[in-house]
């Protein structure tokens, strides 16, 4: 089971390249999402999977509204929310936030599980 993971939310664009890798510098194209996929999740490269640290860049061709969220071991650490172009982030694995796939009572119980294993 990979740690690492991304779950398109939802999109009206035609296509999602998603690359990711150590750092910006250092990354790769690992999958291109399409409307048929619907909101599975895609694991991130092997490569990365042992990495606490990552970087992860999400690409769309047009305008179009993109809701998706990168996820460490099931929960979520970067929400994302952006309409057309890119958006790219440095993630942590245990920062956790707020996920576009989900309402606010899951976000709730999320952090609230992460901070009960402080």
Known sequence: MPHWTV?????????IT???????SDNNVFATW???DGQKEIPLPDRIQSFKNIYFKAI?????????CVKYDGGTVKGMSFNGGNEDH?????????????????????????????
Do not use: Y
């Open 34 to 36: 399409r409307p048929a």
């Open 60 to 68: 769309t061709p047009g305008n179009d509204q993109t809701d998706l």
């Open 90 to 118: 440095d993630i942590n694995a245990t920062i956790p936030d707020f996920c576009p796939c989900e309402g606010t009572a899951a976000v709730t119980l999320t952090k609230l599980k992460w901070n009960s294993e402080d």
């Open 18 to 24: 998603m690359q990711a890798g150590p750092h910006k």
């Open 7 to 15: 779950k398109v939310c939802g999109s009206s664009a035609q296509s």
